[in-house]
């Protein structure tokens, strides 16, 4: 079993810079691939991005390729999500999840779920 609180959402304007947290709880956490979605009102969620469960590997959406950057710190059961140069579009619940096998991709696939946290980007 894993849980995962995400932190550090908000307001920001655009332009700006957020750093979304999420810190797990569970003795495997590092043996999990990490995500972060997004979802917008009225959308369907999304995904932004990944990382493998040494964090040798990450991976994101074309959206956020450049502006977005995820990490994770195994010995302190918490991955990040850095999000610089930061658009209205982005507006959304952010959510980390942790995948258990399977599509990076499919949100359908990730075993566990955090709360999710809002983050406004006003223009």
């Known amino acids: 079993q894993v849980q995962l609180v995400e932190s550090g959402g908000g307001l920001v304007q655009a332009g700006g810079s957020l750093r979304l947290s999420c810190a797990a709880s569970g003795r495997t956490f590092s043996r999990y691939t990490m995500g972060w979605f997004r979802q917008a009102p009225g959308e369907e969620r999304e995904f932004v991005a990944a990382i493998s469960w040494n964090g040798g590997s990450t991976y994101y959406a074309d959206s956020v390729k450049g502006r977005f950057t995820i990490s994770r710190d195994n010995a302190k059961k918490s991955v990040y999500l850095q999000m610089n140069s930061l658009k209205p579009e982005d507006t959304a619940v952010y959510y980390c999840?942790?995948?258990?096998?399977?599509?990076?991709?499919?949100?359908?696939?990730?075993?566990?779920w955090g709360q999710g946290i809002q983050v406004t980007v006003s223009s």
């Open positions: 999840a942790a995948n258990g096998a399977g599509s990076l991709y499919n949100p359908n696939v990730y075993d566990y």
